[in-house]
C-alpha cells in the first residue's frame, strides 16, 4: 500500500469559479485520489480557499461587506459547491487560518536566518485619488510582452509573464479606475529566489517524468531573460498574514502583509494541521516531515498553467530554502485552459457555466464525465453544447445507461429480481474476460500516469465490452431455445453491472453508487481478476432495477441552455 499525499490549486476566495477552473485542478485531482482510494492506497486530499490579496479586498468591497466576513461567507458556499461535484476532500481548509499565519511566519524567519530574504527601497504605485499604495493586483494596464489589455500589476493571464506594476503601459487603478498614479518609496521584503536559480534547476532536473507543459513553464521562467528573479512577499494591504519573523515583530515592516503567493502554497502544509485539529486526522507530520515518515510519501499536485511558475519556483525555493525536512512535490500535473463555445468564460458578462448553475441544471456525474474526458492535457480545449449533448446521450445514457436497464429489466422479466444460476461459462465469456482483463489493466495504467482522457476512453471501451457481449449473445433470442444458457448470460451481465460500478467510481461516483444499490450490494472491491470479479454476485443473490441512470439531453434543452448562458443579454 502506497501513501498518497494530493493537493489542487487553491481557488480564489472571489466568488463561484467556472467549469475551467473545476477541471484544471480540482476535478482531477479528486479522480486520482478517488482512485488511488479504490486500489486501496492511504491518501491525503487537500484544498482550501485562497482568500487573502486584492481580489478578496476587491470582492469583498463590492459586496458590501467586511472581508473576513466575506471570506467566511464564500468559504461555506465554495465548500458546499466542492460538496455538490463530490469532491471528496479529506479536508478543505482556508489560507486565512491561524495555522496558515502562524507556519508563514515561521517560513520567513527561517528564510530570513538562511540570508534569503532581503529588505528593499522601492518606488511603488501610489493613487492620490484612492489615496492609498496601489499593490499589483490593484493595477491593470497593457502587458508589454503581448500586448494585452487587462494585466495585472504582478502578471499577464495571457502569456504568463511576470511583471512589476512599473513594467504596464498605461496603467490604472483597479479600485477607481484613475490614471493620476505616481510613484513613491516605500519598504518590502524580497526573496532572494536568484541565490536558489541553480538548485531549483538541479531538482527541476531530476523530475524527468514530469510533464512537458509542467517544465516548459518552469524552464521558461529559470532562463528567460536574466534568469530567476527575486520577488517580493510583502505588499501595503490591510488583509493578510501580518509580516513577522516566527513570533517576533519584524522592524520597518509594521502594517504589511505578506504577499499572497508567498502563504497561498504554505497553505497546503498548513491544511493538513487544520485537517487534525478539526479532529480528521491524527498525525500531519507523517505527510509533510521528511524526518517524521513522509519520505515514503508520493505528493502530487494538480493545476492550471497559469499557477506552475510559483509551484515550480517559488514555493520550492521557500521550502529548499528553510534548510528544514519538509517534503517536495514529486510529480505537477498541470493543464491548459477550458475555452467556452468559441470564447472565453467571463463572469462579468455572464458567458459561460459556473459551477453553482451546472448543478442547478444537472447532476454531477454529467459534468464529471465530459470535463474529464475532454481535460485540457495536451492543448486547450472547448466546450460547446453540441459537444456535451453527444458526449452525455452517446456514452452515459446510451452505453453505460442503457446496458444497466437492459440487463435488469430482463432479468426480471424473466427470472425474478436475484442472480439466475444456469449453465456455466463458454467460449464467448472466456473470451470476453480475456479482452475485459487486458482493458482493465490499460485503464489501470492510464490512471496511474495520470492521463486523465485515455482513462476516460479506456473506462469507456470496458463499458463497450459488455454491450457488444449482450448484442453477440443475445440472451434474449437464447432464452426461447436454451433458457439455461440465457440465464449464465444474464447473471454475467449482472455481475459486469457491479464491475463498472467499481471501475466508474472514480469518474462518476454518483452513479456507480446507484449500480451498487441496485445491486444490492457493499462489495466495492477492485478487481484483481475479471474472471473472479463476475463471480462475486452469486445466484440466488438479490438485486432490484434502479432508476435511470442518465437522462438523455434533449435539443430543446441544449438550446436552451446555449441561450442562457451565452453572456447576451436580451
Known amino acids: 500500500m502506497a501513501r498518497h499525499l494530493i493537493t489542487s490549486a487553491i481557488p480564489y476566495i472571489n466568488g463561484i469559479k467556472h467549469l475551467g477552473n473545476l477541471v484544471g485542478s480540482q476535478l482531477p485531482a479528486d479522480l486520482f485520489a478517488r482512485y488511488c482510494r479504490a486500489r486501496g492506497h492511504e491518501v491525503l486530499f487537500l484544498c482550501a480557499t485562497d482568500e487573502h490579496g486584492t481580489p478578496a479586498e476587491l470582492a469583498a468591497a463590492k459586496a458590501g461587506q467586511p472581508v473576513a466576513e466575506y471570506c467566511a461567507e464564500m468559504h461555506t458556499v465554495q465548500a458546499e459547491i466542492a460538496r455538490g461535484f463530490r469532491l471528496s476532500f479529506d479536508h478543505f481548509g482556508r489560507s486565512s487560518s491561524s495555522q496558515n499565519h502562524r507556519l508563514t511566519q515561521h517560513f520567513a524567519k527561517r528564510l530570513h536566518d538562511q540570508g534569503l530574504i532581503r529588505e528593499v527601497s522601492e518606488t511603488q504605485m501610489y493613487s492620490p485619488t484612492d489615496g492609498r499604495y496601489l499593490p499589483d493586483r490593484y493595477i491593470e494596464g497593457t502587458c508589454p510582452n503581448c500586448g494585452y489589455d487587462s494585466a495585472r500589476g504582478d502578471q499577464c493571464d495571457n502569456c504568463t509573464k511576470q511583471l512589476d506594476p512599473v513594467d504596464l503601459i498605461n496603467p490604472r487603478s483597479v479600485i477607481s479606475g484613475a490614471t493620476d498614479l505616481e510613484m513613491r518609496v516605500t519598504k518590502h521584503l ?191 480545449s472547448e466546450f460547446t453544447w453540441e459537444n456535451f449533448q453527444a458526449s452525455v446521450n452517446k456514452d452515459l445514457a446510451d452505453v453505460l445507461g442503457n446496458f444497466v436497464s437492459r440487463v435488469t429489466k430482463f432479468c426480471r422479466s424473466k427470472f425474478g429480481e436475484t442472480v439466475p444460476s444456469g449453465a456455466t461459462y463458454g467460449a464467448q465469456e472466456t473470451a470476453l474476460i480475456a479482452r475485459l482483463t487486458s482493458r482493465i489493466r490499460d485503464y489501470e495504467g492510464h490512471m496511474e500516469a495520470m492521463e486523465v482522457r485515455k482513462s476516460a476512453a479506456a473506462l469507456r471501451a470496458i463499458w463497450v465490452e459488455g454491450n457488444e457481449y449482450l448484442q453477440e449473445v443475445a440472451p434474449w433470442s437464447t432464452f426461447k431455445q436454451d433458457p439455461e444458457r440465457a440465464a449464465m448470460q444474464t447473471r454475467l451481465a449482472l455481475n459486469l453491472i457491479r464491475l463498472y460500478a467499481v471501475l466508474s467510481s472514480p469518474f462518476i461516483p454518483d452513479a456507480a453508487a446507484a449500480m451498487l444499490a441496485a445491486m444490492q450490494t457493499n462489495d466495492d472491491n477492485w478487481p484483481d481478476e475479471a474472471s473472479a470479479a463476475l463471480e462475486i454476485l452469486a445466484p440466488g443473490h438479490a438485486f432490484s432495477v434502479p432508476e435511470v441512470l442518465f437522462s438523455k439531453i434533449t435539443d430543446e434543452a441544449r438550446e436552451d441552455w446555449q441561450t442562457r448562458f451565452s453572456g447576451i443579454r436580451g
Open 190 to 380: 524580497y526573496l532572494c529566489q536568484s541565490q536558489m536559480k541553480d538548485e531549483l534547476e538541479k531538482w527541476i532536473d531530476s523530475k524527468t517524468g514530469w510533464p512537458v507543459l509542467t517544465t516548459s513553464i518552469a524552464k521558461k521562467w529559470l532562463n528567460d531573460g536574466d534568469g530567476l528573479q527575486d520577488r517580493g512577499i510583502t505588499r501595503d494591504l490591510d488583509w493578510g498574514i501580518p509580516v513577522k519573523r516566527g513570533d517576533e515583530d519584524w522592524p520597518g515592516m509594521e502594517g504589511k502583509v505578506f504577499y499572497v503567493w508567498f502563504d497561498a502554497p504554505i497553505e497546503y502544509i498548513a491544511c493538513a494541521q487544520e485537517w487534525v485539529d478539526a479532529g480528521k486526522g491524527t498525525d500531519w507530520e507523517r505527510w509533510w516531515r521528511t524526518d517524521k515518515g513522509a519520505e515514503d510519501v508520493r505528493y502530487t499536485q494538480f493545476m492550471g498553467k497559469d499557477n506552475v511558475p510559483f509551484h515550480t519556483l517559488s514555493f520550492p525555493a521557500t521550502i529548499l530554502g528553510s534548510r528544514e525536512p519538509w517534503k517536495l512535490v514529486d510529480y505537477i500535473k498541470s493543464f491548459n485552459y477550458l475555452n467556452y463555445d468559441g470564447g472565453q468564460f467571463s463572469t462579468s458578462r455572464g458567458r459561460g457555466v459556473f459551477m453553482d448553475q451546472a448543478l442547478e441544471i444537472l447532476p454531477a456525474d454529467y459534468w464529471r464525465w465530459w470535463l474529464l474526458s475532454h481535460a485540457p492535457e495536451s492543448s486547450d
